[in-house]
């Protein structure tokens, strides 16, 4: 058996052609979507990451504006910045791109960024609303794109097995609270670098989500028969057959594609989802304007 290819880079593209529709729908009403992007930093990953933001920005008709700063920025500057954005109001979203620099507390700036713009879905305002079961406001862009792909999958969880391996705030926490919310009706277990045996977790879970950032730590066999995986980790490893020296791998061994039913490939899995959120996330903002 080889499970079945979860292809985040076609159904990305597929949100971003609906989001055309109702970008063109806010212009008739002269509401025009408009992203900030903070990148602080000379940081490659980040530069790419802010390429591919602005790229999916065109494809979609979305305005977007990168705001540049140097690698030694105080935090001050950073958060005149994001006053300066939260004050203006041809902006619909504002995201300042992580890692920011040493010496300034990332934690605080996102607190600075007014909840109606925080397209990254990051502030407490909007992480509290998952607590209370609302997920119709600006969600975390990674929890939201496996969401979307279990959606799309038409994979249904309802009394399912899920196992989050992660407990960060940016996909780990806020997708565990995704999954139990009433309509999907997981039963979700987290765990961590300090859980016991969790090998055997994973071959008791209907649901892997792989959120941990080690290079394919969690081997074949350690997968449910026919489960679904969705692998979260994007790892840089040495491939001297490559080319360039180097692969990208997931959190997943890649042989577990023959033991599971479902699973996303690294790349082209969740990172695409995760931009293609937020997209939605800004078109999203422009339209609570209105109401």
Not at 100 to 124: L, M, Q, R, S
Not at 147 to 176: H, T
Not at 273 to 284: D, K, Q
Request: hydrophobic residues 40%.
């Amino acid at each position: 058996m080889s499970a079945t290819l979860l292809d985040g880079k076609v159904l990305g593209l597929r949100v971003e052609e609906t989001l055309v529709e109702r970008v063109a729908a806010l212009k008739i009403k002269g509401v025009h979507p408009h992203l900030a992007v903070v990148l602080a930093g000379d940081d490659a990953a980040s530069q790419v990451y802010v390429r591919n933001k602005q790229r999916a920005c065109e494809r979609c008709g979305i305005q977007s504006t990168r705001i540049d700063l140097p690698q030694d920025v105080s935090q001050e500057k950073l958060m005149q910045v994001v006053a300066d954005l939260n004050g203006d109001d041809s902006i619909h979203g504002i995201l300042v791109q992580s890692p920011t620099p040493d010496g300034t507390d990332e934690i605080a700036i996102t607190e600075a960024i007014n909840p109606t713009k925080d397209v990254d879905g990051f502030h407490p305002a909007n992480l509290g609303r998952l607590v209370m079961g609302q997920s119709d406001g600006l969600l975390p862009c990674t929890p939201a794109g496996v969401m979307k792909i279990i959606e799309d999958a038409q994979i249904d969880l309802k009394g399912a097995n899920a196992l989050v391996i992660g407990r960060s705030r940016i996909v780990g926490m806020p997708l565990a609270l995704l999954l139990a919310q009433k309509g999907i009706d997981a039963t979700v277990t987290i765990a961590h670098s300090r859980t016991n045996d969790i090998e055997n977790l994973c071959r008791n879970a209907d649901l892997l989500v792989a959120a941990i950032g080690r290079p394919e730590i969690i081997e074949a066999d350690w997968i449910k028969p026919g489960a679904t995986v969705i692998d979260v980790g994007i790892n840089r490893i040495e491939d001297k057959s490559s080319k360039s020296g180097s692969r990208l791998v997931g959190d997943v061994d890649s042989s577990a594609m023959e033991v599971a039913g479902y699973m996303t490939p690294v790349p082209g899995g969740v990172g695409p989802m995760t931009i293609s959120m937020l997209m939605s996330n800004t078109v999203r903002a422009a339209e609570m304007k209105l109401h």
